[in-house]
């Protein structure tokens, strides 16, 4: 069974640019996680897809922060414009239903991404 | 508060019990994670304990939960070096979307 893919792996833009990451999540999974893991630090949840409808996005940054995820597959989490703080590893992940908290969450190995 | 909390740092010898430590913050916790982080990869789902057990056992690992003083430890037994990582505690809160609060981390080194 293939995992959470992730793209790209590292990323390093200027401060005030845009940047997209993108997740394809396992297939069949309904539930959709983009976290936010800063040096040092715990994942954070930053929004939580199920199906293609937004369950909770109460961390998301809305002013710089949007992801989406039609169809109910693949997601795309883009800031603009970015600021200094929003280095930090970016983890997708999915799990097959919204669930119970016994649910497995699977993870993709990230996107690093250093704003300069 | 949010905060799940772990010590930083544990160095063990290869062969020895290691013992990581967490504190959470929510008696209302329905289940409680163990996750590992290698270099450069992904969350890895070690185990997990339901709220109404004390105690868990799956091969190396042994987790438990004293739910009075909201404690959670992992034990690995015979440690190696592969198991040289960070690990991270987390738990799930009820009425939420699955949603996980995760610790900081703590990094265990195994040294021969």
């Known amino acids: 069974e293939a995992g959470v893919a992730q793209s790209p792996r590292y990323k390093i833009i200027e401060k005030r640019q845009s940047v997209a990451f993108w997740c394809n999540p396992i297939?069949?999974?309904?539930?959709l996680y983009w976290y936010q893991q800063i040096l040092g630090q715990g994942p954070k949840l930053l929004i939580q897809f199920q199906n293609n409808g937004v369950v909770d996005d109460s961390q998301l940054p809305k002013d710089r922060f949007s992801a989406e995820r039609l169809k109910g597959v693949d997601s795309t989490l883009k800031i603009q414009p970015a600021k200094l703080e929003d280095s930090a590893v970016y983890l997708c992940?999915?799990?097959?239903?919204?669930?119970?908290?016994?649910?497995?969450?699977?993870f993709g190995p990230g996107t690093r991404l250093l704003v300069l | 508060g949010e905060d799940v909390e772990q010590s930083l740092f544990l160095s063990v010898r290869e062969g020895d019990s290691s013992v990581i430590n967490c504190t959470y913050t929510?008696?209302?916790?329905?289940?409680l994670y163990w996750y590992k982080q290698e270099p450069g990869a992904g969350l890895q789902l070690l185990t997990y304990?339901?709220?109404?057990?004390d105690m868990k056992q799956d091969q190396r690992l042994t987790v438990l939960l004293n739910k009075k003083d909201k404690h959670l430890s992992l034990r690995i037994a015979d440690t190696q070096t592969g198991d040289s990582a960070i690990y991270f505690c987390a738990e799930s809160r009820p009425g939420g979307y699955n949603k996980l609060i995760f610790g900081a981390g703590t990094r265990l080194a195994v040294h021969p």
């Open positions: 929510d008696s209302s916790s329905t289940y």
């Open positions: 297939s069949g999974h309904a539930t």
């Open positions: 304990i339901f709220s109404n057990m």
């Open positions: 992940a999915s799990s097959l239903t919204q669930g119970g908290g016994w649910e497995t969450q699977y």
